[in-house]
């Protein structure tokens, strides 16, 4: 499986991005998807799942309510909606997926990785 990320940017606080990942060499309608990402200096750090099916999501408490994650299998690709940035959000964010359940949080779960896109919010 090969994932492509795409949709950062610089943007201001307050403001929104979507942030797509779209899959190749295989179907990952049956794969968890997850968006992970990484501040400078800092450990990569969960953000949100979504089931194959696209019924069950997770977030980190830190972007609750502010971040949706969606899919659309029909094109192989899944999404991250954040709203309401902020500064603190600024990191690579990486899409990635597996086949296992479990410990969604951890990123050592998931087998095939995005190369990251940056998004930077400015205050």
């Known amino acids: 499986v090969q994932l492509q990320a795409s949709g950062g940017g610089l943007v201001q606080a307050g403001g929104s991005l979507r942030l797509s990942c779209a899959a190749s060499g295989r179907t990952i309608s049956s794969y968890v998807m997850g968006w992970f990402r990484q501040a400078p200096g800092k450990e990569r750090e969960f953000v949100a799942r979504?089931?194959?099916?696209?019924?069950?999501?997770d977030y980190a408490d830190s972007v609750k309510g502010r971040f949706t994650i969606s899919r659309d299998n029909a094109k192989n690709t899944g999404y991250l909606q954040m709203t309401s940035l902020k500064p603190e959000d600024t990191a690579v964010y990486f899409c990635?997926?597996?086949?296992?359940?479990?410990?969604?949080?951890?990123?050592?779960?998931?087998?095939?990785w995005g190369q990251g896109t940056q998004v930077t919010v400015s205050s």
């Open positions: 979504i089931g194959g099916s696209g019924a069950t999501t």
């Open positions: 990635t997926v597996t086949v296992y359940s479990g410990a969604y949080y951890d990123q050592y779960n998931y087998a095939y």
